[in-house]
């Protein structure tokens, strides 16, 4: 069984809908992936840069973008790269943060503090078994023999 229906914007469309289907057709959900940043090596730039030198007559450049898929801006940022450095310049850069330079005497340092810590805390059991032992010997008696203190 099927109906007719029309549209009321325009009388001339009209659509079958069958009432077979129990549901309308919908599109897919899915979310595509995004395609990844595209990487140019040097040995590519220098090649389409002398295709696009080699390119004369007008429409020739154009062609060339649209068969490798390139825009314009693609080029003339490599042109300038080239004029700035050859090679240096059409190397691909590192993105992202920078990593800051090393301290030649930053491992010293860490070491010493190290060795700081570990020997404050030598000190402080050593000086927490001195006051028990004080304490032991006032409770049992015992006298203690006077500090001589140095003069400097």
């Not at 992936?33 to 940043?37: Q, S």
């Not at 010997?137 to 203690?144: D, T, V």
């Given at each position: 069984m099927?109906?007719?229906?029309?549209?009321i914007?325009s009388p001339?469309?009209s659509?079958?809908v069958?009432?077979?289907d129990k549901?309308?057709?919908?599109?897919d959900p899915?979310v595509l992936?995004?395609?990844?940043?595209r990487?140019f090596?040097?040995?590519?730039k220098?090649?389409?840069?002398?295709e696009?030198?080699a390119?004369?007559?007008p429409?020739d450049?154009?062609?060339?973008l649209?068969?490798?898929?390139?825009?314009y801006s693609n080029?003339?940022?490599w042109?300038?790269q080239?004029k700035?450095?050859a090679?240096k310049?059409?190397?691909?850069?590192?993105?992202?943060r920078?990593k800051?330079?090393?301290n030649?005497?930053?491992?010293r340092?860490a070491?010493?503090?190290r060795?700081?810590t570990?020997l404050?805390k030598k000190?402080?059991?050593?000086e927490?078994?001195?006051e028990?032992?004080?304490?032991i010997?006032?409770?049992?008696?015992?006298?203690?023999p006077e500090k001589k203190?140095?003069?400097?």
């Open positions: 099927q109906f007719e229906t029309k549209s914007h001339k469309q659509s079958q069958s009432m077979t549901e309308p057709k919908r599109p899915e992936e995004k395609k990844p940043r990487r090596t040097t040995k590519y220098l090649s389409i840069l002398v696009v030198d390119c004369s007559k429409g450049i154009g062609e060339l649209r068969r490798e898929g390139l825009y080029i003339r940022t042109q300038r080239f700035a450095g090679l310049g059409l190397a691909p850069k590192k993105r992202g920078k800051l330079a090393v030649p005497l930053a491992k340092v070491e010493l503090e060795d700081n570990r404050a000190l402080k059991q050593a927490t078994i001195i028990v032992q004080k304490k010997s006032e409770i049992l008696g015992i006298s203690q203190e140095e003069s400097s």
